[in-house]
């Protein structure tokens, strides 16, 4: 048992010596962390910069200017009563998503109805604001056109109540569940620290062997223990116990930026713990297998690098190649971050998480068995040439 933690002693210096290794184990978290929180700290889009080109001037078009300006995810920032500048504004002006149009005699044809057409030309080289500033837009529009719709039938003797049931012959209501608000950081701040985490031990990993190799260690170390397991587990345990390091420091930073995840914690520390073994057997694996520090890194770099795109955390893998699922099905993130939206934005139960967890155990067991074998045969192959 003493040698045991004099070898974790060991592992932790070899751990600090490493100034790079220091700095990205430690420092990416907390980087990433404060900076992707004041990124998405506001949550969802708002006062999006809109043209309005008012050719009409009328009553009813400067009702539809005020209804997208009361919107808050609309600013009116410019308007215009015709479209001699508009193509210049909307070039000095890269950030407006959206440029609406009211013609000439609007009102008038509103009135007599002769169906006019308000025109909107959305800037789609940024989906998300795009869909943002689309969708206000069709709320503000659409609400005033069933005023209108239901003014002129109670100018035709029509009750309100009776003009409303024929705009409308029937209800339709949508019930946000979970993250109710919308909120971005919600949804992607979390996913984002999950992959740094498991990024950070994948690199980190990656030198635990291959830097023994390298340093000419790797002999001493397999000919003074025995035990392949104890060679493993001294490997693994500093980076599972930095690991919960940061795991708290990701929970301080909830209450640093107001995100309230209270349900679930344990549960969701529980598979945290089973998401960074399987991810340190991963990371063993390739150190073991490949000698150079920088092939390794490179390796566990081509991991790392898709799997937050791959997880299905934001395009839904239904809507993937199956293939690529395959491929994504073997990364502990996939797993780890589909627990993650069930426990805490969900509110759901452990046992909802079971496939996931299998699925990261799994992974886990198979790389540790094949870093087993692997270990004995270089082992072996030192120790034959020695």
């Not at 929180?37 to 001037?57: A, M």
């Not at 898709?306 to 955390?313: A, E, R, T």
């Not at 993650?340 to 452990?350: D, P, Q, S, Y």
Request: glycine fraction near 4%; aromatic fraction near 12%; proline fraction near 4%.
């Amino acid at each position: 048992m003493k040698n045991f933690f004099s070898l974790i002693k060991r592992e932790f210096r070899l751990f600090w010596d490493n100034s790079v290794l220091r700095l990205l184990f430690i420092g990416a978290p907390i980087m990433y962390g404060i900076l992707l929180g004041f990124v998405y700290q506001k949550g969802k889009v708002t006062d999006l910069p809109v043209v309005v080109v008012d050719e009409d001037q009328s009553q009813m078009s400067r009702k539809a200017i005020e209804m997208m300006q009361d919107n808050e995810v609309l600013n009116v920032a410019f308007i215009r009563y015709d479209q001699n500048d508009l193509a210049k504004i909307v070039a000095e002006n890269d950030n407006i998503p959206a440029v609406v149009i009211i013609p000439k005699d609007f009102e008038k044809q509103v009135m007599t109805k002769k169906y006019p057409e308000v025109l909107t030309i959305v800037n789609t080289s940024n989906v998300l604001t795009a869909n943002y500033a689309s969708t206000a837009i069709q709320i503000c529009l659409g609400t005033l056109k069933a005023g209108v719709q239901i003014e002129a039938l109670k100018k035709q003797g029509m009750p309100e109540s009776v003009a409303m049931s024929q705009y409308e012959p029937f209800k339709t209501t949508f019930i946000k569940k979970y993250n109710r608000s919308t909120n971005y950081m919600y949804f992607l701040w979390p996913g984002i620290l999950a992959t740094v985490l498991q990024q950070v031990l994948l690199l980190g990993l990656a030198l635990s062997f291959a830097s023994e190799y390298e340093n000419g260690t790797f002999r001493t170390l397999v000919s003074e223990n025995k035990s392949l397991l104890k060679i493993m587990a001294v490997k693994i345990i500093p980076y599972l116990i930095m690991s919960f390091g940061i795991w708290i420091l990701y929970y301080l930073f909830t209450f640093w930026f107001r995100i309230p995840f209270y349900e679930n914690l344990g549960a969701l520390t529980f598979v945290a713990g089973i998401f960074v073994l399987s991810v340190c057997f991963i990371g063993i694996l390739v150190s073991i297998l490949i000698p150079s520090q920088l092939k390794a890194t490179e390796i566990l770099m081509v991991i790392a690098t898709p799997s937050f795109i791959l997880s299905g955390f934001t395009w839904p893998l239904s809507q993937m190649p199956d293939w690529v699922v395959a491929v994504a099905n073997v990364i502990p993130l996939t797993h780890f971050l589909q627990a993650f939206r069930i426990l805490l934005i969900e509110e759901g139960t452990l046992s909802q998480c079971s496939g996931a967890i299998w699925a990261m155990i799994w992974i886990g067991l198979v790389c540790a068995v094949l870093s087993y074998v692997a270990l004995y045969f270089k082992r072996k192959k030192v120790l034959k040439q020695g």
